[in-house]
Nanobody, 113 residues
Framework: QLSLVESGGGLVQPGGSLRLACTAS????????IGWFRQAPGKQREFVAR???????DYSESVKGRFTIARNDAQNTINLNMNSLKPDDTALYYC???????WGQGTLVTVSS
């Protein structure tokens, strides 16, 4: 059975950094495109970043230059390195496999002083 588990969320001050991890079970990530999405309170879920099987990455304009997505094949994990965090980055962060449609349970990131 395919599953995704996110980890690494927490409370961080503005300007700080966090690294999120998305760990896959039941399949190997290197053959798939995986995306990170986030949902802030009272808002719709939005795209954050994606990495494909060839390690090509793309980012939303709101995080470009601050966030980096990377794959760790040894751990079968997709990491989202987040720097220069802002209060607007506060959200529940999810990773997603498109085919078949699979979501993790999310990890909460709170950026606040």
């Amino acid at each position: 059975q395919l599953s995704l588990v996110e980890s690494g969320g927490g409370l961080v001050q503005p300007g700080g950094s966090l690294r999120l991890a998305c760990t896959a079970s039941g399949f190997t990530l290197d053959r798939h495109s995986i995306g990170w999405f986030r949902q802030a309170p009272g808002k719709q879920r939005e795209f954050v970043a994606r990495i494909d099987s060839n390690l090509r990455a793309d980012y939303s304009e709101s995080v470009k230059g601050r966030f980096t997505i990377a794959r760790n094949d040894a751990q079968n994990t997709i990491n989202l390195n987040m720097n220069s965090l802002k209060p607007d980055d506060t959200a529940l962060y999810y990773c997603h496999l498109a085919f078949p449609d699979t979501w993790g349970q999310g990890t909460l990131v709170t950026v606040s002083s």
